[in-house]
């Protein structure tokens, strides 16, 4: 029999799960919390990926789009939304398999509490039970207004992490304050396109890419004064040698060129972090941590750019293995962190083991999968779902003639029994 497939999240990547399923023939639902897909790219459509067309766009997506982008340019969120992802989600194959405006709030296994029937084949057979945040609940009339619930065999996660931004504090929780305040702190990309938006002082914390992109835009707005706090003492940037990303290097060279004083009005603060945070009528007093002393700056706008992970709670109920360090699925985060690969470009390809669950036919997928880690490359979200679908197919071959079925192993069951 055909088992149906729970795709989470509307992005790229779990678009691009979607177009497996349909190539592969798979019944599957589509879910997406927004009122459209790509709902996260677009939060930061202005920006530019450091990555061309090329690698931006799945062999999948061109096949049923022969005409998709193509090419050396770098497109923008807003280009890769408008231009790809709105095409693919409007493909029949894929149009009405989309629910919109429904998130995934918890998935269980049917029956079944966390620590129950582990490794076995009955936990595995066990279908998945979504609960689901509806506009108006379900047809038949939910028990409560607004949910509802759905079943499925296979489940892939690909939510992303753009929702669910880290805090100010130094160890990872909320700095003193920050709570209090948190309405006055912007936790995405500032669009910069209104200068008038952020007139005045803004102290912005963080230092990656997002970071050095924002601090490089504000920089440019004559009347803006950032104040940039570091958490490392003598950052390098992310700085890759030979960097084949035109886009990279150049913001590797502009951050270290704000942090020699390249523009009066941007300070750098390195190896500082935010001790406490203070409304102050109109605008926060924020308490510095640095190698001098605390040092005090009184803001207009605070913009916090300290990293994404993804939602745990989703899948709280299941069989997941996290790593203790970066909070991705072990297997796949113990095979990067053994890759030692610093440059996204130069990730390997390490199979579907590594993206399986003790949780079977439970799959984090896209940029959730690699938790803190901030080496994903859209690429290797598609890669992900290969890997994925080239299992399934395998195992929903009938066995030829007298060879024993192994498939069972490690918690597995043939994807058509």
Not at 21 to 28: H, R, T
Not at 241 to 269: C, E, K, W
């Amino acid at each position: 029999m055909q088992r149906h497939v729970a795709i989470l999240g509307a992005g790229p990547v779990g678009l691009d799960a979607a177009l497996a399923c349909a190539d592969a023939g798979w019944p599957f639902t589509l879910y997406e919390a927004a009122d459209t897909v790509a709902a996260h790219v677009r939060a930061w459509g202005h920006v530019r990926f450091f990555t061309p067309w090329d690698l931006n766009v799945s062999r999948r997506m061109r096949a049923h789009l022969p005409h998709a982008p193509t090419g050396d340019d770098c497109p923008t969120g807003a280009e890769l939304a408008t231009r790809l992802l709105d095409p693919v989600a409007a493909l029949p194959a894929v149009e009405g398999r989309i629910r919109y405006r429904t998130r995934v709030a918890a998935v269980a296994r049917t029956g079944l509490l966390k620590h129950e029937q582990i490794g076995t084949a009955a936990r595995a057979a066990a279908p998945f039970t979504l609960l689901l945040d509806t506009p108006h609940g379900s047809a038949g009339g939910a028990p409560t207004p607004g949910e509802d619930t759905a079943e499925a065999d296979l489940v892939l996660d690909c939510t992303g992490t753009y929702s669910h931004p880290n805090t100010l504090g130094s160890g990872g929780i909320p700095a003193p304050g920050e709570r209090a305040v948190t309405d006055r702190i912007t936790r995405t990309l500032p669009d910069t396109g209104d200068p008038a938006r952020w007139a005045g002082t803004v102290l912005l914390v963080g230092a990656g890419k997002s970071a050095q992109t924002a601090a490089r835009d504000l920089a440019a707005l004559p009347g803006t004064r950032v104040e940039w706090a570091v958490r490392s003492p003598a950052p390098d940037w992310g700085a890759v040698p030979d960097d084949t990303l035109p886009g990279r290097r150049h913001l590797v060279d502009t951050s270290q060129a704000l942090a020699d004083g390249a523009n009066s009005r941007v300070t750098v603060h390195t190896g500082a972090h935010v001790q406490a945070l203070h409304p102050a009528g109109d605008r926060v007093r924020v308490t510095l941590a640095t190698a001098g002393g605390p040092h005090e700056v009184v803001c207009d706008h605070i913009v916090a750019l300290t990293g994404y992970t993804g939602d745990a709670s989703l899948h709280r109920q299941l069989q997941v293995h996290e790593c203790y360090a970066t909070g991705a699925p072990m297997n796949l985060s113990a095979a990067l962190l053994g890759s030692a690969a610093g440059d996204c470009l130069a990730q390997p390809s390490l199979g579907v083991d590594a993206l399986r669950n003790p949780e079977p036919h439970f799959f984090i997928l896209g940029a959730k999968s690699y938790g803190r880690l901030n080496t994903f490359l859209l690429r290797t979200g598609y890669e992900q779902i290969d890997q994925v679908a080239a299992a399934y197919a395998d195992e929903s071959e009938p066995l030829p003639a007298g060879k024993k079925d192994t498939r069972g192993k490690r918690g597995r069951t043939p994807w058509q029994p």
